[in-house]
Protein backbone atom coordinates (compact mmCIF):
# COMPACT_ATOMS: atom_id res chain seq x y z
CA UNK A 1 0.00 0.00 0.00
CA UNK A 2 1.31 3.37 -0.48
CA UNK A 3 -0.01 6.24 1.58
CA UNK A 4 0.12 9.95 1.40
CA UNK A 5 -0.65 11.97 4.82
CA UNK A 6 -1.27 15.35 4.48
CA UNK A 7 2.19 15.54 2.47
CA UNK A 8 3.39 19.29 1.88
CA UNK A 9 6.32 19.71 -0.05
CA UNK A 10 8.24 23.22 -0.49
CA UNK A 11 11.64 23.58 -2.59
CA UNK A 12 14.58 25.72 -1.68
CA UNK A 13 13.45 28.18 -3.70
CA UNK A 14 10.27 28.89 -2.32
CA UNK A 15 8.43 26.47 -4.75
CA UNK A 16 5.44 24.72 -2.88
CA UNK A 17 4.99 21.89 -5.43
CA UNK A 18 2.78 20.08 -2.83
CA UNK A 19 0.52 21.84 -0.56
CA UNK A 20 -1.11 18.54 2.00
CA UNK A 21 -1.67 15.32 -0.23
CA UNK A 22 -3.85 12.93 0.79
CA UNK A 23 -3.75 10.14 -1.09
CA UNK A 24 -4.08 6.28 -0.67
CA UNK A 25 -3.23 3.36 -3.04
CA UNK A 26 -3.94 -0.24 -2.92
CA UNK A 27 -1.74 -3.25 -3.12
CA UNK A 28 -2.58 -4.46 -6.99
CA UNK A 29 -4.35 -1.39 -8.12
CA UNK A 30 -3.41 0.67 -11.57
CA UNK A 31 -3.35 4.53 -10.87
CA UNK A 32 -3.17 7.52 -13.39
CA UNK A 33 -1.88 10.53 -11.83
CA UNK A 34 -2.62 13.13 -14.29
CA UNK A 35 -2.29 16.95 -14.49
CA UNK A 36 -1.21 20.29 -15.79
CA UNK A 37 2.97 20.67 -16.13
CA UNK A 38 3.71 22.38 -13.03
CA UNK A 39 0.93 20.69 -11.30
CA UNK A 40 2.71 18.22 -8.71
CA UNK A 41 3.57 15.21 -10.62
CA UNK A 42 6.93 14.70 -10.98
CA UNK A 43 7.56 15.72 -7.21
CA UNK A 44 5.28 12.71 -6.12
CA UNK A 45 7.45 11.01 -8.39
CA UNK A 46 10.63 11.89 -6.87
CA UNK A 47 9.09 11.28 -3.25
CA UNK A 48 8.05 8.13 -4.19
CA UNK A 49 11.66 7.28 -5.27
CA UNK A 50 13.09 8.48 -2.35
CA UNK A 51 15.07 11.31 -4.80
CA UNK A 52 13.23 14.22 -2.40
CA UNK A 53 12.03 14.09 0.85
CA UNK A 54 8.54 15.54 2.41
CA UNK A 55 8.88 19.23 3.90
CA UNK A 56 5.82 17.68 6.49
CA UNK A 57 3.40 14.90 6.39
CA UNK A 58 4.28 11.39 5.65
CA UNK A 59 4.52 8.66 3.16
CA UNK A 60 4.17 5.24 3.88
CA UNK A 61 5.06 2.66 1.17
CA UNK A 62 4.08 -1.04 2.86
CA UNK A 63 4.63 0.93 6.27
CA UNK A 64 7.97 2.01 5.11
CA UNK A 65 8.27 6.20 6.38
CA UNK A 66 10.30 7.18 3.30
CA UNK A 67 11.26 10.50 6.00
CA UNK A 68 12.76 8.24 8.22
CA UNK A 69 14.57 5.71 5.74
CA UNK A 70 18.30 6.43 6.20
CA UNK A 71 20.64 7.30 3.04
CA UNK A 72 21.71 3.41 2.75
CA UNK A 73 18.38 2.14 3.51
CA UNK A 74 17.32 3.72 0.18
CA UNK A 75 18.45 1.67 -1.92
CA UNK A 76 17.17 -1.37 -0.76
CA UNK A 77 13.82 0.25 -0.50
CA UNK A 78 13.35 1.11 -4.38
CA UNK A 79 14.21 -2.90 -4.63
CA UNK A 80 10.61 -2.50 -4.34
CA UNK A 81 9.52 -0.83 -7.03
CA UNK A 82 10.38 -1.09 -10.42
CA UNK A 83 10.77 2.45 -12.85
CA UNK A 84 9.91 3.10 -16.22
CA UNK A 85 11.13 6.81 -17.32
CA UNK A 86 9.82 8.79 -20.58
CA UNK A 87 13.41 9.27 -22.06
CA UNK A 88 14.24 5.07 -21.26
CA UNK A 89 17.66 5.51 -19.80
CA UNK A 90 18.85 2.80 -21.41
CA UNK A 91 22.87 2.08 -21.63
CA UNK A 92 23.77 2.72 -25.33
CA UNK A 93 26.76 0.49 -25.34
CA UNK A 94 25.04 -2.83 -24.20
CA UNK A 95 22.73 -4.85 -25.80
CA UNK A 96 19.08 -5.33 -24.76
CA UNK A 97 19.71 -8.76 -23.03
CA UNK A 98 22.82 -6.99 -20.76
CA UNK A 99 20.21 -3.73 -20.26
CA UNK A 100 18.10 -6.10 -18.80
CA UNK A 101 20.58 -8.49 -17.11
CA UNK A 102 22.52 -5.45 -15.36
CA UNK A 103 19.74 -4.58 -12.97
CA UNK A 104 19.97 -7.99 -11.50
CA UNK A 105 23.65 -8.27 -11.37
CA UNK A 106 22.99 -4.40 -9.25
CA UNK A 107 21.38 -6.25 -6.60
CA UNK A 108 23.51 -9.95 -6.52
CA UNK A 109 21.10 -12.35 -7.93
CA UNK A 110 23.30 -15.32 -9.17
CA UNK A 111 24.34 -15.48 -13.23
CA UNK A 112 22.46 -18.96 -13.49
CA UNK A 113 18.88 -17.26 -12.42
CA UNK A 114 19.71 -14.23 -14.40
CA UNK A 115 20.31 -16.52 -17.28
CA UNK A 116 17.22 -18.10 -17.27
CA UNK A 117 15.00 -14.53 -16.19
CA UNK A 118 16.23 -12.13 -18.78
CA UNK A 119 15.33 -14.15 -22.37
CA UNK A 120 11.58 -15.39 -20.23
CA UNK A 121 10.91 -11.40 -19.50
CA UNK A 122 12.35 -10.17 -23.23
CA UNK A 123 9.89 -12.68 -24.35
CA UNK A 124 6.95 -10.62 -22.05
CA UNK A 125 7.32 -7.97 -23.50
CA UNK A 126 8.01 -9.45 -27.30
CA UNK A 127 11.62 -8.80 -27.78
CA UNK A 128 12.41 -12.21 -27.77
CA UNK A 129 14.59 -11.89 -31.15
CA UNK A 130 15.94 -8.42 -30.29
CA UNK A 131 18.45 -9.37 -26.97
CA UNK A 132 21.61 -8.82 -29.33
CA UNK A 133 20.75 -5.56 -30.55
CA UNK A 134 21.75 -2.22 -29.30
CA UNK A 135 19.46 0.60 -28.16
CA UNK A 136 19.89 2.61 -31.20
CA UNK A 137 19.21 -0.38 -33.56
CA UNK A 138 15.84 0.00 -31.53
CA UNK A 139 12.43 1.78 -32.27
CA UNK A 140 11.27 4.06 -29.60
CA UNK A 141 8.42 1.50 -28.40
CA UNK A 142 10.78 -1.20 -28.63
CA UNK A 143 13.10 0.93 -26.23
CA UNK A 144 10.22 1.25 -24.25
CA UNK A 145 9.44 -2.00 -23.90
CA UNK A 146 13.13 -3.17 -22.91
CA UNK A 147 13.27 -0.21 -19.97
CA UNK A 148 9.69 -2.05 -18.65
CA UNK A 149 11.48 -5.43 -18.81
CA UNK A 150 14.47 -3.88 -16.88
CA UNK A 151 11.39 -2.52 -14.40
CA UNK A 152 10.28 -5.84 -13.87
CA UNK A 153 13.91 -7.54 -13.65
CA UNK A 154 13.97 -7.97 -9.97
CA UNK A 155 9.88 -8.88 -9.25
CA UNK A 156 8.79 -5.51 -7.69
CA UNK A 157 5.71 -5.07 -6.08
CA UNK A 158 5.00 -1.79 -7.49
CA UNK A 159 5.68 -0.21 -10.95
CA UNK A 160 5.64 3.44 -11.76
CA UNK A 161 5.76 4.59 -14.84
CA UNK A 162 6.70 8.04 -15.96
CA UNK A 163 5.07 9.53 -19.27
CA UNK A 164 5.98 6.00 -20.37
CA UNK A 165 4.25 7.04 -23.67
CA UNK A 166 5.92 10.36 -24.27
CA UNK A 167 9.02 9.32 -26.82
CA UNK A 168 6.43 6.98 -28.96
CA UNK A 169 4.00 7.28 -30.88
CA UNK A 170 0.77 6.57 -31.22
CA UNK A 171 0.23 2.46 -32.20
CA UNK A 172 3.62 1.98 -29.42
CA UNK A 173 1.78 3.88 -26.55
CA UNK A 174 -1.25 1.40 -26.80
CA UNK A 175 1.12 -1.24 -26.66
CA UNK A 176 3.07 -0.16 -23.75
CA UNK A 177 -0.47 0.79 -21.59
CA UNK A 178 -1.38 -3.23 -22.84
CA UNK A 179 1.49 -4.37 -21.46
CA UNK A 180 1.28 -2.49 -17.73
CA UNK A 181 -2.60 -3.22 -17.87
CA UNK A 182 -1.34 -7.00 -18.44
CA UNK A 183 1.45 -6.35 -15.24
CA UNK A 184 -1.46 -5.05 -13.32
CA UNK A 185 -3.43 -8.30 -14.01
CA UNK A 186 -0.37 -9.94 -12.63
CA UNK A 187 -0.90 -8.75 -9.16
CA UNK A 188 1.76 -5.86 -9.41
CA UNK A 189 0.59 -1.74 -8.43
CA UNK A 190 0.91 -0.02 -11.24
CA UNK A 191 1.25 3.86 -11.38
CA UNK A 192 1.10 5.94 -14.22
CA UNK A 193 2.26 9.36 -14.55
CA UNK A 194 0.99 11.01 -17.67
CA UNK A 195 -0.93 13.92 -19.09
CA UNK A 196 -2.34 11.95 -22.45
CA UNK A 197 -5.78 12.03 -21.48
CA UNK A 198 -6.93 10.10 -24.90
CA UNK A 199 -5.05 7.22 -23.21
CA UNK A 200 -6.59 7.97 -19.62
CA UNK A 201 -9.95 8.18 -21.06
CA UNK A 202 -9.69 4.46 -23.00
CA UNK A 203 -8.32 2.48 -20.12
CA UNK A 204 -10.84 3.23 -17.86
CA UNK A 205 -9.35 2.98 -14.74
CA UNK A 206 -8.55 4.91 -11.56
CA UNK A 207 -7.69 8.59 -12.08
CA UNK A 208 -5.98 10.92 -9.63
CA UNK A 209 -6.00 14.42 -10.69
CA UNK A 210 -3.24 16.91 -9.34
CA UNK A 211 -3.68 20.63 -9.11
CA UNK A 212 -1.62 23.11 -7.69
CA UNK A 213 -0.30 20.67 -5.47
CA UNK A 214 -3.22 19.11 -4.47
CA UNK A 215 -5.45 16.22 -5.24
CA UNK A 216 -8.49 17.76 -7.17
CA UNK A 217 -10.45 14.93 -8.35
CA UNK A 218 -10.24 11.05 -7.06
CA UNK A 219 -12.58 8.55 -9.67
CA UNK A 220 -12.54 5.88 -12.24
CA UNK A 221 -13.09 6.95 -15.22
CA UNK A 222 -12.06 9.40 -17.69
CA UNK A 223 -9.30 12.24 -17.29
CA UNK A 224 -9.48 16.38 -16.81
CA UNK A 225 -11.98 18.47 -18.92
Do not use: W
Not at 61 to 82: A, E, H, M, Q, W
Not at 130 to 151: F, I, M, Y
Request: proline share 4%; glycine share 8%; with cysteine.
Amino acid sequence: MIEFKNVVKTYKNGTVALNGVNLQIEDGEFVFIVGQTGAGKTTIMKLLLREEKTTSGKILVDGIDLSKLSYFRVPYYRRRLGIVFQDFRLFREKTVYENVAFAMHAVGVPPKKIKKRVPALLNTVSLGDKSTCKPDELSGGEQQRVALARALANNPKIIIADEPTGNIDPKMSLEIMNLLVKINKLGKTVVVITHEKSLVDYYQQRVVTIDHGLVSEDKVGGMFE
